[in-house]
């Protein structure tokens, strides 16, 4: 009886802060959002949501897109020439996540350095930089991430971001970051938008993350560099007509959501604490900065998939992010007493693998 009733309660749903659906309010300003084509003329919704981007973040100008991928290739293309490099952490969302589109669309090549947590340091990139020399590609672009997803939504050490930018501006290198979850960032850190982004020369933003909007993203930067984007985003498809429809959920989660993701940060410790007591598996990393919490299977190789099965199976949705590793991203459509309640289903789930580890069966895939 209390497996039936388990499997007919509603899903935690943790796979991502993406997966959340627009509130009321949410869709009563979509509902209204005066609209225009954004194309041929000006969208005032587009208009108004890519003023108070730029604003936010210190910049001259903003350019509303559809994706996140989408702001991060056109950065990347205008920031470089075919047959350019850049360099960019590892294990981050440009080189692993969008298909290698940088590759495919722009011609462009990665150089991955390795960091410590998501985190590259000065002395991780200095002699990086390749000489001036007609038989090797030439470094244009540095990218960071921020919060890194991989990495367990670590906050970048601002210190250390002013350190690699400064590097690079000094290299003649431009600067892009990936803010995908900076709001995040902005929230966890205490250090304004404007801060954070005085360091880049574009900053790529999320509104469909943490902040709970259905679509969007924004590039923003100089005016000039921000008209030349505008040329790229028509190129790759992202030229929208009565886009305010869209805008307007953008533009109510700029204004209202910010401050409250910290309310997500607060669930996912939660969840953090809660893992860290539980034997049979362990955080990544000991400190949960955000809303994103890593975690791994202990002395069984291989095990996350089945892992996720299993709290599936208890209505506890999470996403493997390797054969050994799991995520969880808490966002605003979870409540903190649908965490506590995930928390004790890990634990069951956890149990049953040290058990069965114990007794010698197999819980690999």
């Not at 509130?23 to 979509?30: I, L, V």
């Not at 601002?158 to 979850?181: M, N, P």
């Not at 598996?281 to 002395?299: E, K, W, Y």
């Amino acid at each position: 009886m209390a497996e039936e009733q388990q499997r007919n309660q509603p899903s935690i749903d943790l796979r991502s802060d993406t997966v959340t659906v627009p509130c009321d309010a949410m869709r009563s300003a979509m509902a209204q959002a005066p609209v225009g084509d954004d194309v041929i003329d000006i969208d005032p919704t587009v208009r108004r949501l890519e003023e108070l981007t730029a604003e936010i973040l210190g910049t001259e100008s903003a350019m509303f897109m559809p994706s996140g991928t989408m702001t991060n290739q056109v950065a990347v293309r205008i920031h470089c020439r075919p047959g350019d490099e850049f360099i960019c952490e590892e294990g981050c969302h440009i080189y692993n996540y969008e298909q290698g589109a940088f590759a495919q669309l722009s011609g462009l090549v990665a150089k991955t350095i390795e960091g410590t947590a998501g985190i590259l340091r000065l002395e991780d990139v200095e002699g990086k930089i390749r000489a001036d020399n007609e038989h090797v590609v030439q470094t244009r672009l540095l990218c960071l991430e921020n919060t890194h997803n991989r990495a367990g939504g670590v906050v970048q050490p601002y210190q250390i971001v002013s350190d690699l930018c400064g590097w690079a501006a000094d290299h003649g290198l431009s600067r892009h970051l990936d803010g995908a979850r900076l709001f995040n960032a902005i929230m966890a850190s205490g250090i304004d938008g404007k801060q954070w982004a005085s360091n880049f020369d574009t900053i790529s933003v999320c509104f469909s993350k943490g902040l709970g909007a259905p679509v969007g993203s924004a590039l923003a930067g100089p005016g000039d560099l921000i008209k030349v984007a505008r040329r790229h985003r028509k190129l790759f498809g992202g030229g929208m007509r009565q886009s305010g429809i869209i805008a307007a959920g953008a533009l109510y989660a700029l204004e209202n959501n910010i401050p409250r993701l910290v309310e997500d940060h607060a669930k996912a410790r939660l969840l953090g604490e809660v893992i860290t007591d539980t034997e049979g598996i362990s955080l990544n990393s000991p400190d949960i900065d955000t809303n994103i919490v890593a975690f791994r299977i202990d002395g069984t190789r291989g095990a996350a998939p089945e892992f996720v099965e299993q709290l599936g199976k208890r209505g506890v949705r999470m996403l493997p992010m390797n054969a050994d590793c799991v995520r969880a991203v808490t966002h605003l459509n979870v409540s903190m007493d649908q965490v506590i309640n995930a928390g004790e289903i890990i634990r069951q789930v956890a149990g049953e693998f040290v058990e069965r580890s114990g007794s010698g069966q197999s819980v690999s895939v």
